[in-house]
C-alpha cells in the first residue's frame, strides 16, 4: 500500500513538473495563438463544456470509437483463432493482415470516403487499424498455451469448453489484453483523424477541423486534452477489468 | 493384465525402445527399471497413450488412466484445490470432487493450501499437488515417474502409502518408474520389469 501510494505521488509529481514546464514555455513564447498556457486551455475546456455541441461531439466520438474497438476485437479474435487452426488459413490471411498494416492511414480514409457515409468512415478506418493488432497477439497467445497442459487434459478426459476456459483463455488473454490496450490508443488516434479529412457534423474531428480554419489555438489544445483524458479512462477500465478477473495472476491471492 | 509385445519406438532415427515386451500385472506395484535414459518415460507415454507413434502391441489398456507426469503440470491460472479437481471425471458432482481433492491434499500435508496459486508453492509442495491430483483421479490404471523427487522421507512414505491403499480398495494395476531404493524396498507386492536396451 506504501509503495502504491509513493508511485502515485510521484506520478503526479511528474504530471505537475511537466504542466510547469509548459506554463513557462508560454509565458516565454507569449503568443496564446502558437502556444496557449495550460490555464487558457482548462478556461477554454470550461467554455466548450457548457455548450451542448460540445457533449454530443464527444458522445459520438465516443461512439465510433468503441464500435470500431469492439469489432475490430470481435473479429480480431475470430480470425486469430481461424488462423491458427491450418497452417493453410494463416498463410491464406497472411498477405491481407500485411497490407492492412502497411497501407497509411490516410490511403484508408481517401478511399473509405468514396463508399461510405462521413460518420461511418472514421468506423472502418478505426477496425482497420486496431484489427491486426488484435489478430497478431490472438495468434501469439494460442502459440503460447502450454502443449503438455492440453495433453494433461486429453489424459484425463476433460471436456472441450474446460480445456478452453481453464487453459487456453488464460494462455490468451494477456495477450490480448496487451492488444486492446495499444487498439485504445489507436483507436482514437484514427477515429479523430478520420472525422477531420470526413468531416461529420457531430464529432471531436470536426470541431478540431474548425479550431484551424477559425485558429482557435486554445480549442484545438482543450479538445485535443478532452481526447487524451478519454483515451486514459478507457485504458483504465479495460486494464482494471483485466487485473481483476480470474485471468489475471495477482501476488497477493494465495 | 497389460501385455507389450515387440515394442519399437524411435525418435529422429534413434532407437528409444527395441523390440520391448513385458506382461503388467494387476494388483501388484510394477516397477519399471532401467539406466537412465533407457526410454522409461517413453513407454509410460505410450501405455498412457498421449505417443501414439510406436511399431508393435499394447492390449488391455483399461479406460481410466491417471498419470502423475515427470513435470508437475499445474494450471497457472488455478489455485491448488482448483487444479487436483480439474482432472476429476466430470461425471461426479462439485461437492464430490471437492471431498475426493481435500481428502488427499490434506493427507499430503497441504490443508492450508487450498488458495494458494502454483507460483506460490514451493517445488516440493508443488510435486505433492501433482500427486494428490493423480492419486484423487478414480483410475484403474495409475502411471507414475518419478512420483518422490523433491519429498522427504516422511513424505515419500506417506505417499507410498496412499499408493498402496489406492491399490487395495480401488483394485488398480500400478506403474511405477523410480530410482528411490529405501521406498523400493518398502514395496512388499511388487513386479520389478527390467528394460535394457
Known amino acids: ?254 | 493384465m497389460i501385455r507389450l509385445e515387440n515394442i519399437y519406438k524411435c525418435f529422429a532415427d534413434k532407437d528409444v525402445l527395441s523390440n520391448v515386451s513385458m506382461i503388467i500385472e494387476k494388483d501388484k506395484v510394477n516397477i519399471i527399471n532401467g539406466p537412465s535414459g533407457c526410454g522409461k518415460t517413453t513407454l509410460l507415454n505410450l501405455i498412457s497413450g498421449i505417443d501414439t507413434e510406436y511399431t508393435g502391441t499394447i492390449t488391455g489398456i483399461p479406460k481410466h488412466i491417471s498419470y502423475l507426469f515427470q513435470e508437475d503440470r499445474l494450471l497457472p491460472y488455478f489455485n491448488t484445490l482448483d487444479n487436483v479437481m480439474f482432472t476429476l471425471p466430470e461425471s461426479l458432482d462439485k461437492e464430490h470432487k471437492l471431498k475426493l481433492a481435500k481428502k488427499y491434499l490434506d493427507a499430503l500435508g497441504l490443508s492450508n493450501e487450498y488458495k494458494t496459486y502454483p507460483r506460490k508453492l514451493s517445488g516440493g509442495m508443488a510435486r505433492r499437488v501433482a500427486i494428490a491430483r493423480s492419486l484423487a483421479h478414480p483410475a484403474q490404471l495409475l502411471l507414475l515417474d518419478e512420483p518422490f523427487n523433491g519429498l522427504n522421507i516422511e513424505l515419500k512414505h506417506i505417499v507410498m502409502d496412499l499408493i498402496l491403499s489406492g491399490l487395495n480398495q480401488m483394485d488398480q494395476t500400478i506403474i511405477l518408474v523410480s530410482h528411490d531404493q529405501i521406498i523400493l524396498d518398502y514395496i512388499k507386492n511388487k513386479n520389478i520389469i527390467d528394460i535394457n536396451i
Open chain 1, 1 to 254: 500500500m506504501k509503495n502504491f501510494t509513493t508511485t502515485n505521488k510521484k506520478k503526479v509529481f511528474a504530471i505537475v513538473i511537466w504542466i510547469g514546464i509548459w506554463q513557462i514555455i508560454s509565458l516565454i513564447v507569449n503568443q496564446p495563438l502558437f502556444l496557449p498556457s495550460p490555464i487558457q486551455t482548462i478556461v477554454s475546456l470550461i467554455e466548450l463544456g457548457k455548450t451542448t455541441t460540445f457533449y454530443i461531439s464527444v458522445g459520438a466520438t465516443l461512439l465510433r470509437v468503441l464500435t470500431g474497438l469492439l469489432t475490430a476485437i470481435i473479429l480480431g479474435i475470430a480470425f486469430g483463432l481461424l488462423s491458427t487452426k491450418t497452417h493453410a488459413l494463416q498463410i491464406f490471411f497472411e498477405p491481407v493482415v500485411s497490407t492492412i498494416k502497411s497501407i497509411p492511414v490516410m490511403s484508408f480514409i481517401i478511399l473509405a470516403l468514396l463508399y461510405l457515409k462521413s460518420s461511418y468512415v472514421p468506423v472502418l478506418v478505426c477496425i482497420l487499424l486496431c484489427f491486426p493488432v488484435i489478430y497478431t497477439n490472438t495468434q501469439k497467445g494460442i502459440l503460447s498455451i502450454d502443449k503438455k497442459l492440453i495433453e494433461l487434459a486429453h489424459l484425463y478426459k476433460v471436456s472441450k469448453v474446460k480445456i478452453f476456459t481453464h487453459i487456453k483463455l488464460p494462455a490468451i488473454m494477456p495477450y490480448l489484453l496487451s492488444a486492446v490496450l495499444i487498439s485504445i490508443g489507436f483507436s482514437w488516434k484514427s477515429v479523430v483523424t478520420a472525422e477531420v479529412l470526413s468531416a461529420p457534423l457531430h464529432s471531436i474531428g470536426y470541431n478540431l477541423y474548425t479550431t484551424k480554419l477559425y485558429l482557435d489555438t486554445q480549442s484545438l489544445f482543450a479538445w485535443t486534452l478532452i481526447i487524451v483524458i478519454l483515451s486514459i479512462i478507457i485504458e483504465k477500465i479495460a486494464n482494471n477489468l483485466y487485473q481483476n478477473s480470474k485471468w489475471h495472476i495477482n501476488g497477493d491471492n494465495s
